[in-house]
């Protein structure tokens, strides 16, 4: 008699096998060109070595796709496999896979009208159009197959008797099941692919590069440059404050070109982005992603009204001056305010795992910092009181004895 803990104990033994004998299956090139297509990245790479794959056949009226994708640590994971007109995302035809290790898996259809801002073609019936579906996970491998009709009457789902640029990506999912942005993590055909036949297509990475521009150019003007900027225009005006170079106290020499180069620099990093997602806005249908756009538009725009403002100031002595330096610091703080939630956006929607956690980090020391510099501030001003006071008492005293002496020679 077979105990229970050895038919387990050969039960798993069994899905092991499977699982292995499957991802063989999955990652074998040796029936690319005349049995399956074949996509793979890196080139020519070998088993677990491989980031990317997708294979796919005719059947009928269906295509059917295995694809698969390495990732460091499955838990709530996604990969899609997208169909393109051109080589840039947006308009795209779009099957995710979504794997969540503690809930149910599924494949959805989406269609994609920007740069990443998927919307479920079918919201009601989101796997219109998919059939023998089937989600595992092997060794950090989510492998993912499907088949796809070529054709429905539902909007936007591309039709497979033409041909296309190939696709994939790979990310994490939102504890309510959406898609992530991916970053780097995706890889495009060099060339359309007719996939009612088996050919082996060659991939190439995307470049993210203006995406990795804008956000540095905008850390640099942001956090960096406007900050030391305000802080100089805030607390740092007693620092020499008989030195003038050719008019200009020291203070204004640090913050007028500091703050000119965050509008420069928000510009050219404007530039990169809008050029990187085809000069077309971001869609609705991604809350974060619009939001970020939003919030960074505004923030341009107020950052572009503040140098205007101060050139036009009136004169230190003039009776609308108190108004000048009101507007021009509230624009101040609701700019920067802006700024910082922008950023904010941006490290949530574009960095993965705890990064935010080093801007949080520097969030923390610059309001200690503000607190300390407000603190010093405040004594400072007191003590220039103190001495401008003690000044009139001296003064005054000055005159009294003054008037005796008048008085005296006055011989009264």
Excluded at 309 to 337: C, E, Q, T
């Amino acid at each position: 008699m077979i105990s229970l803990s050895q038919m387990l104990a050969k039960l798993v033994l069994f899905c092991l096998t499977f699982g292995q004998l499957y991802a063989a299956e999955i990652l074998n090139s040796t029936d690319c060109s005349f049995k399956y297509g074949c996509f793979y990245s890196p080139k020519d790479c070998v088993d677990d070595q491989c980031e990317f794959v997708a294979k796919w056949r005719l059947i009928e009226d269906q295509i059917e796709f295995i694809i698969a994708a390495k990732f460091d640590k499955l838990k709530q994971n996604w990969l899609a496999i997208a169909f393109s007109y051109d080589k840039s995302m947006g308009n795209d035809s779009v099957v995710a896979c979504k794997f969540n290790a503690d809930a149910n898996n599924n494949v959805q259809n989406y269609y994609n009208p920007g740069q990443f801002d998927p919307e479920l073609i079918n919201s009601k019936e989101p796997s219109e159009g998919l059939s023998d579906v089937k989600i595992t996970n092997f060794k950090g491998l989510l492998i993912c197959t499907f088949k796809r009709d070529k054709s429905t009457n539902a909007k936007n789902f591309f039709d497979l008797n033409e041909n296309y640029y190939l696709l994939m990506a790979k990310g994490d999912l939102e504890k309510d099941g959406s898609l992530t942005y991916h970053g780097s993590d995706k890889i495009i055909s060099q060339q359309k692919i007719d996939f009612n036949i088996a050919l082996e297509a060659k991939s190439v990475k995307v470049s993210t590069n203006f995406v990795k521009i804008h956000a540095i150019l905008m850390i640099i003007a942001w956090p960096f440059l406007s900050t030391i900027g305000i802080l100089f225009a805030r607390y740092y005006k007693s620092i020499f404050p008989k030195m003038n170079i050719t008019g200009v106290q020291f203070w204004f020499l640090i913050h007028r070109p500091f703050m000119i180069s965050v509008c420069l620099l928000s510009l050219i990093g404007f530039g990169f982005i809008f050029s990187y997602k085809n000069w077309s806005w971001t869609s609705q249908s991604s809350v974060k992603n619009f939001t970020h756009s939003i919030i960074g538009l505004v923030t341009i725009i107020l950052s572009l009204i503040q140098p205007m403002m101060a050139f036009f100031r009136p004169d230190k002595l003039a009776d609308n001056r108190p108004v000048f330096n009101w507007a021009h610091r509230l624009v101040g703080i609701l700019v920067y305010s802006s700024s910082i939630t922008a950023v904010f956006l941006g490290v949530i929607i574009f960095l993965k795992n705890f990064h935010w956690i080093g801007l949080f980090s520097w969030i923390v020391w610059l309001v200690i910092l503000i607190v300390l510099l407000e603190v010093f501030h405040s004594r400072s001003s007191t003590d220039k009181v103190h001495e401008k006071s003690n000044e009139f008492k001296i003064s005054e005293n000055e005159v009294i004895k003054l008037k005796k002496i008048v008085v005296i020679n006055n011989g009264y």
